[in-house]
């Protein structure tokens, strides 16, 4: 007689995501989903253009952006030929001296500006210190006759650099700084309002903030706006010139693809270009650099934003990797961006476990008009899940202590892609759950 047999433990029995099971009708509607939509995509050419493999899924773009593969070639002529043959001509033969503002009317189209606005170099940091700062100034020059403007609101999600820069700016300048929720911005500005720091997409949620509206109510109310572009710029139209904008920020290694440590960009409007009062005003921004002048005066337009000797070989390396922007509509990117993010929300809710600790709750809005081009997800067990991602091939990021983060970068990020990624998103969080459920029984 056979053994009868042995009942299930409950850690046996734990549930398992759909993605765990034979693939559902669900699952095989979204798979042929993804791979019609990638079949119609019009930005699927480019994703050849990038140093990737089909290998893994990489969902990190908003961190750092993959390498174009044409890059390093490029930069070898910069080491080998401009640098070790040309050496000091290069400023000149090689326009090295001329790169910040040329690669800044190249980053221009991409955030909706006109040329002659943007300089690339120096940190996002550093950027944002000199926005902020030459802000305050603006107001006390621009508005002298009226009542003292001397508050400075600051996003309170806001990248912590962003808040402590603005701290020591409102040291720097003897203005207060004021924290406020970025839903609550429009409430908050007043008379005494000088400048606002806000950020235009949040790094943890992916929230997309109301820049044109918010412009609008700080420039009603007699402020400025400086806006920290970072999440934004090469992921969806921006419009500085369109809706306004005094001052803006933004890094080139997230979506922008300028690599590690790439040089940041800042925006001047040229309305403001003229009493524009860096508080780094370095030998590169002087009218004229080599007259060695101890007297210091300001260079016309945006080389006002300069400071110090250009980081050339990053800064080569970014204009190189500008080349993949090449005929590409920003209108486009964002259409796309949309439809990944959509299609990741799709599959995770139809992959991942509903309820306990394998659960997740996306902190991302749905509404396309507050999305940026990620996704973020709220999971107790985030540290864990997103390290078995990472062994699986699948590359997303965490923010502590419980935020899983995907980015989703429209030139080289396919459907298929983020197909895989929610399904193994789903089978990493169902053995989360199996687990935990093992060890109450355990």
């Known amino acids: ?23 559902t009708r669900t699952a095989l509607a979204l798979k042929a989903r993804a791979r019609a939509l990638d079949a119609a995509d019009e930005l699927a050419p480019l994703r050849a253009l990038f140093a990737l493999d089909d290998t893994s899924v990489y969902l990190d773009g908003n961190s750092l952006g993959a390498l174009p593969a044409h890059v390093p070639a490029r930069i070898q002529d910069v080491i ?5 043959e040309l050496r000091i001509r290069s400023w000149s033969e090689g326009d090295w001296w001329t790169a910040p503002e040329r690669i800044g009317d190249r980053v221009a189209p991409l955030v909706g500006a006109g040329p002659g606005q943007i300089v690339v170099g120096d940190s996002t940091s550093v950027n944002v210190f000199k926005a902020v700062v030459g802000a305050v100034r603006l107001q006390d020059t621009e508005r002298a006759a009226e009542p003292a403007r001397d508050e400075i609101l600051v996003d309170a999600t806001t990248f912590p650099t962003d808040g402590y820069i603005a701290a020591s700016a409102a040291r720097l300048t003897g203005r207060p700084v004021v924290p406020v929720d970025p839903g609550q911005v429009l409430g908050s500005l007043g008379p005494r309002t000088a400048v606002v720091l806000l950020n235009h997409v949040d790094f943890r949620t ?4 109301d820049l044109p509206g918010i412009t609008a109510a700080a420039h009603e109310a007699g402020a400025l706006v400086v806006w920290d572009l970072c999440h934004s710029a090469g992921a969806l139209p921006v419009g ?9 920020v933004g890094c080139t290694y997230k979506y922008l693809n300028g690599g590690p440590g790439s040089p940041a960009f800042l925006y001047v409007a040229e309305r403001h270009q003229s009493r524009f009062d860096s508080p780094l005003p370095g030998w590169n921004s002087h009218a004229d650099p080599f007259a060695m002048d101890h007297a210091y005066a300001a260079a016309d337009g945006a080389v006002r934003g300069r400071v110090g000797t250009p980081d050339i070989l990053s800064m080569l390396a970014l204009e190189a990797s500008l080349d993949v922007w090449d005929g590409v509509s920003v209108a486009a990117v964002r259409e796309k961006s949309l439809a990944l993010t959509d299609l990741f929300l799709e599959c995770v809710e139809a992959y991942a476990p509903k309820g306990g ?20 997800l709220r999971c107790a067990a985030a540290p864990a899940v997103m390290a078995a991602l990472i062994a699986r091939g699948i590359v997303g ?16 990020t396919g459907f298929a892609e ?23 029984e355990g």
């Open 1 to 23: 007689m056979s053994e009868s047999p042995m009942p299930e433990s409950p850690a046996e029995k734990a549930p398992t995501s759909p993605a765990e099971k034979a693939p």
């Open 357 to 376: 600790p394998g659960s997740v709750v996306p902190l991302t809005p749905a509404a396309h008009a507050e999305r940026g081009s990620q996704i973020a």
């Open 397 to 412: 990021d965490l923010r502590r202590p419980d935020v899983l983060r995907f980015g989703f970068t429209p030139l080289y």
């Open 80 to 84: 080998t030929r401009q640098w070790g």
């Open 418 to 440: 983020v197909e895989r990624a929610a399904r193994v998103l789903g089978e990493v969080l169902g053995e989360v759950l199996g687990e935990v459920l093992g060890d109450l």
């Open 240 to 248: 500085l010139d369109a809706h306004g904008v005094d001052l803006a």
């Open 206 to 209: 992916g929230r997309l903030h």
